[in-house]
């Protein structure tokens, strides 16, 4: 048998890749970056300026939003709720909704803003997001129905479940747990099940 195609692979490997830029493509322009550059964090970065009412949020909400989570908020089929179960986390089946479950009002208005509203033709205007979420928060009992919501007064606002999330520790606290040799001998001969999954068989 040949030892060519084994001699080549060598060869090609052994080659240096090379960083030479390959002529494609160009810098993109400041404006182009700033019309990508759209998310809202938790200390408000990023929020434009407006401002919208309970009371306007509840129009543009039963416009644009209310055919998919119904015009309360509480969710149409198999479409999601918004607003409500409040204290049902420790439930055997919990609503997690803005005002239940979500730890920050940014996340909303970024998740509205990126993908809402479908099937409209155009997403939402700031003002007009500034006023679904004061509907929203209206209608989980957390503000006035004269609740004005806008970028000055917007991380003001705390939702119930701010606390309720820490960072990720599993690498720390589970990780050793399974990772040991396995046993290989003397090993159990019977296997005890010892809890079950809530609401299981």
Known sequence: MSRFPSLLMVLCFAMPVTAEPL??????????IAAWDIDVRPDGLGLPAGSGS?????????EKCAACHGD???GVGRYPALAG???????ERPMRTIGSFWPYLSTAYDFINRA????????ASDDEIYAILAYLL??????????VLS????????????????????????????TH??????CKTDVEITARVPGSQ
């Open 151 to 178: 970028r000055e007064n917007f991380t003001s606002i705390h939702l119930p479940n701010e606390g309720g999330f820490y960072m990720d520790d599993r690498a720390q606290t589970e990780l050793p747990l399974f």
């Open 138 to 147: 209206y209608s989980s009992d957390l503000v006035d129905e004269d609740f």
């Open 181 to 186: 040799d396995a046993c290989m001998s003397n």
């Open 85 to 91: 179960g409040l204290d049902t986390l420790q439930d």
């Open 116 to 123: 809402m509203t479908v099937g409209y033709g155009e997403a």
């Open 72 to 74: 309360f908020a509480e």
């Open 54 to 62: 309970v009371a306007m949020g509840e129009e543009v909400f039963i």
């Open 23 to 32: 002529g494609l493509g160009r810098v993109a322009e400041p404006d182009e």
